[in-house]
Antibody, heavy 122, light 111 residues
């Protein structure tokens, strides 16, 4: 059974750095084709892909956020960490981590965490 | 950069069939990549509904199906039920982006 759970602060101030941790079980992030991604959803708005890290440490970032993001994995701890610098109120959203499966037709996100709300406000 | 466009809302009565479109800004939506669909119930995390060529994860009824043609893809829901009321998102991989795109989402209301 695959499960993922996000953790981190619920409130950050503008210009601060956000660090979110995804702790997962039921799979290994050293298995070929597997990735863990971060997707966010501002209140009342659509899903937006943020970042993803593959089993082989290949890292992908949304071009619009790339300069502010770092994604890392700790395979031994079954964790993926997302760091986002210079937070702004527009970054207020629920942040989800999700297990991705690679196929020739493109990856899909087949297991999702419950999400963690992050508010950026002074 | 590609964009995936969905209608903001659709509605249907119980038992009816509804479709939700997902139109790409490029000449062929997502090509050569598949379109995947997610269901998000109110207050819940998204759930994978259909992936690739009409593949459904365990537990997803065959009332849900997808199709793809030229510049658009569609999710069809037949035998509409009250519990289908949710937001639906399409998603694909964009090679120029080296990342993933989600559509703007469609709110399904069961009348």
């Amino acid at each position: 059974q695959i499960t993922l759970k996000e953790s981190g602060p619920t409130l950050v101030k503008p210009t601060q750095t956000l660090t979110l941790t995804c702790t997962f079980s039921g799979f290994s992030l050293s298995t070929s084709g597997v990735g863990v991604g971060w997707i966010r959803q501002p209140p009342g708005k659509a899903l937006e892909w943020v970042a993803l890290i593959y089993y082989n440490d290949d890292k992908r970032y949304s071009p619009s956020l790339k300069s502010r993001l770092i994604i890392t994995k700790d395979t031994s701890k079954n964790q993926v960490v997302l760091t986002m610098t210079n937070m702004d109120p527009v970054d207020t959203a629920t942040y989800y981590c999700a297990h991705s499966t690679w196929t020739p037709g493109g990856d899909y996100f087949d297991y999702w965490g419950q999400g963690t709300p992050v508010t950026v406000s002074s | 950069q590609s964009v995936l466009t969905q209608p903001p809302s659709v509605s249907g009565a119980p038992g009816q069939r509804v479709t939700i479109s997902c139109t790409g800004s490029s000449s062929k939506i997502g090509a050569p990549y598949d379109i995947h669909w997610y269901q998000q119930l109110p207050g819940r995390a998204p759930k994978l509904l259909i992936y690739g060529n009409n593949n459904r994860p365990s537990g997803v009824p065959d009332r849900f199906s997808n199709s793809k043609s030229g510049t658009s893809a569609s999710l069809a829901i037949s035998g509409l039920q009250a519990e289908d009321e949710a937001d639906y998102y399409c998603q694909t991989y964009d090679n120029s982006l080296r990342g993933w795109l989600f559509g703007g989402g469609t709110k399904l209301t069961v009348l």
